[in-house]
């Protein structure tokens, strides 16, 4: 069993090392050798770009089947907010609700109100928070996973705040038992997910507690079934449905809701990895420290455009942003009293368990002397590669590569191109840091011509 | 003490001096490569902060400027040289709060003071000189020997 726990599997019959996962992994977790793709764990963020981009479908996200659901006595269904997205404007959660207790779920739960418990919890962090700013959410579990992998930094400024999902599961199994008079253990709850990343959060939460909910299921597993099903449910009051939603919760669905329904003054919403990497750095500079709070997205704008959604991301951004501003407009706030979630926010009601540690990428050695030789010998051998980023070698990068081979994870050889005449002093000082544990073969420095040559054949 | 070439790591990265486009890239490479070789957390996060000040400092004030960065076993030296109006008065420069910034730069939120009494805060060795006209040299250096005391 390995360490990490990974939402994303490649199925090997499928794979025809097309590269294209290699190329789009934002931490260059992926090798792709003797034409297959391999996810190296410890560097994996479960972002899922990989999933979308493969042209074979041969990388799958880990979600759970819907028969999972039969093995309770009783199920809910907790879809995440970004659900409420997927349908027409006329469609409103009440009537997505409804549609999903004909699926088979014995209760469908309205996540936005937790969310919206959540919200003013995170301003009450937010506002008696001491140490260096901005705090960041920890909504996303991909971002979260970013920072205990490149910015253990800064750890301790993701928001340490029970996730809605699992305070839902949490509440909703206590409540239902003593209702039902069964064992909490007999109730499933269900994440409808929208991205694979949340299933991770869930079989394995960073802060390495337990979570509360039994499975997830994707949303685009569930549309078409929910689709049909809502069809036969009578139109009731628009007004009345409208009057149900719980504002701060639905801001949850997009990148810049929480802060925009929480009317956080200096705060800011970023979403996509790259444009995150961006920003991380300049927390890390020590810029940004006017910032109270950011919310950030690993999907473009934010739950709305996961890779398990169906609707175009740009039309439920823009669904969720609307019915935000016909909330705001006619003044609907069915949201959770917030003297309320202050006295339970004073309880501890809201901490997570556990606490986020950072999993920093090993380093070149653990012995600094060694460390800094094998780095010297990485820049000597990225000097002599093409840096045209072939991939063929496998790695997404020569400089990759390069760390690939003082890493003793790769042969020089698997370079395609000639490499010059000092390769082989190089090779020779290479395996004597690598402890003579990787044997590079001195006797073969014409492998690379013949490797050509065979090819040309 | 003379050290054999094979234990320290050096690089070199060139600064341009009014290029805010790409100002922080230097002390980004930095941090990766700190990280890469396994420095300890509380000295990457200490570094990468001096030197980005450190970097900003060329960049707003300089026409071009040099890091060098060496890197030992026992400790970490950060060499930044540049060619530009130098300091005049460096005790004055030192102190929290003083700046020549122009508006344009506390726009982008620098020139707050705090640059140079930041840098040395952070560091473990700290060294100014400068000859107005000409250009500043500033030393930051690290102890990476746990047994060595700062």
Known sequence: MSTYFHSIRIDMDKCEGRMKCLRVCPTQAIRVRHG???????????????????????????????????????????????????????????????????????????????????????????????????????????????????????????????????????????????????????????????????????????????????????????????????????????????????????????????????????????????????????????????????????????????????????????????????????????????????????????????????????????????????????DEIYKLLRKIDCGVCGAPTCLAFAEDVVRGDADLTGCIFDLPDNMEKISEELSNILNESVSIDLNRPNINKSKINERTK | MPMSDEDVLSQKFKIKGGDFGKAGRTSTSIKEILKEIGIDHSIVIRASIAVYEAEMNVVMYAKRGMVTLNITPEKLHLKLEDEGQGIADIDQAMKEGFSTATHEMREMGFGAGMGLPNIKKNADRFKITSIPGKGTTVDIIFCLDKTENK
């Open chain 1, 36 to 378: 297959k793709a391999s996810i190296i764990e410890e560097k994996c963020i479960d972002c899922g770009e990989c999933i979308t981009v493969c042209p074979h479908g041969a990388i799958v996200p880990l979600t759970d089947p819907f028969g999972e659901i039969n093995k309770f006595r009783y199920t809910v269904a907790i879809p995440s907010p970004a659900l409420y997205a997927q349908f027409g404007r006329e469609i409103l959660p009440e009537k997505i609700l409804s549609g999903i207790r004909k699926l088979g779920f014995d209760s469908a739960f309205d996540l936005a109100l937790t969310c919206g418990e959540v919200s003013f919890a995170i301003q009450e962090y937010v506002r008696n928070y001491k140490g260096p700013k901005p705090l960041i959410s920890n909504a996303c579990p991909t971002v979260v996973r970013l920072i205990q992998v490149k910015y253990p930094e800064l750890i301790d400024q993701i928001i340490p705040i029970e996730l809605p999902r699992e305070l839902a599961g949490r509440e909703i199994k206590k409540k239902l038992a003593k209702k039902l008079k069964i064992d909490e253990k007999e109730i499933g709850a269900f994440y409808l997910t929208p991205c694979p990343a949340k299933m991770i959060s869930i079989k394995q939460p960073a802060e390495k507690g337990k979570s509360f909910l039994d499975g997830a299921i994707s949303i685009a597993d569930v549309y078409g079934p929910l689709l049909s099903a809502m069809e036969g449910i009578e139109k009731g009051s628009y007004r009345k449905a409208l009057e149900s939603i719980c504002i701060l919760g639905v801001g949850w669905a997009m990148a810049g809701g929480i802060c925009r329904t929480l009317r956080l003054k200096d705060s800011m919403a970023v979403s996509g990895l790259t444009e995150i990497i961006k920003v991380f750095d300049d927390i890390e500079r020590g810029k940004l420290r006017n910032i109270d709070f950011i919310e950030a997205y690993s999907c473009l704008q934010g739950c709305v455009g996961g890779s398990l959604t169906v609707e175009n991301l740009y039309t439920s951004y823009n669904k969720i942003l609307k019915l935000i501003e016909t909330l705001e407009f006619e003044q609907i706030k069915a949201c959770p009293d917030i003297r309320e979630v202050r006295k339970l926010y004073s309880q501890k009601y809201f901490l997570i368990k556990g606490k986020f540690e950072p999993r920093p990428l090993k380093p070149l050695d653990t012995d600094l002397a060694k460390a800094i030789k094998k780095r010297k010998l990485k």
